[in-house]
Structure formats: structure tokens, C-alpha cells
């Protein structure tokens, strides 16, 4: 086994390992950024570096990936009407 070459890809590994770094939300924080956070994903944005913790709370929380999964498939399907 070879040491890694680059400097901090011990501290990535680690990092990606632990979770992400930052603050980790609460249901309430979770919830009030879940819009927010479902149009930005569905958008094609780059929803986790917008609102980080919330991808690791609705990991960890299946009363808001739920939350989450309902907020999406309404979107989508707004989405869908509006396109008619
Ligand atoms: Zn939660």
C-alpha cells in the first residue's frame, strides 16, 4: 500500500467519510429550506453547496426525505401541467 500522493487527499477521504463539514440542520432549519433546496435540485443547480447539512439531514432523517420525495414529485408534476 502506497501512501496518497497528493497533500489532503488524507483529510478529503476523511472529510467524505464523516460527513460534510459545516453546520448539521435541525428538522426545523431542514424544513424551512426544503423549497428552497427542491427547486434549486431540480433545477439543475448545485442544491448541496447552496444549503449545506441539508443532504446529509434527509439521509439521516427519513421523517424529511420523505418531506423531501413528496415536495419533488409535486414539483414535477406541477412542472409537467405547466408544460401543456
Ligand atoms: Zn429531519
Do not use: K, N, W
Not at 448541496?48 to 421523517?63: K, T, Y
Amino acid at each position: 500500500m502506497s501512501p496518497p500522493s497528493a497533500p489532503g487527499e488524507f483529510e478529503r477521504l476523511l472529510a467524505r467519510l464523516t460527513g460534510p463539514p459545516g453546520p448539521e440542520l435541525s428538522c426545523e432549519q431542514c424544513f424551512e429550506q426544503l423549497d428552497r433546496y427542491v427547486e434549486l435540485e431540480l433545477g439543475g443547480s448545485d442544491a448541496d453547496s447552496a444549503i449545506p447539512g441539508m443532504r446529509a439531514h434527509l439521509e439521516g432523517c427519513s421523517a424529511c426525505a420523505e418531506d423531501h420525495d413528496s415536495l419533488c414529485a409535486l414539483l414535477l408534476s406541477d412542472a409537467a401541467e405547466a408544460g401543456r
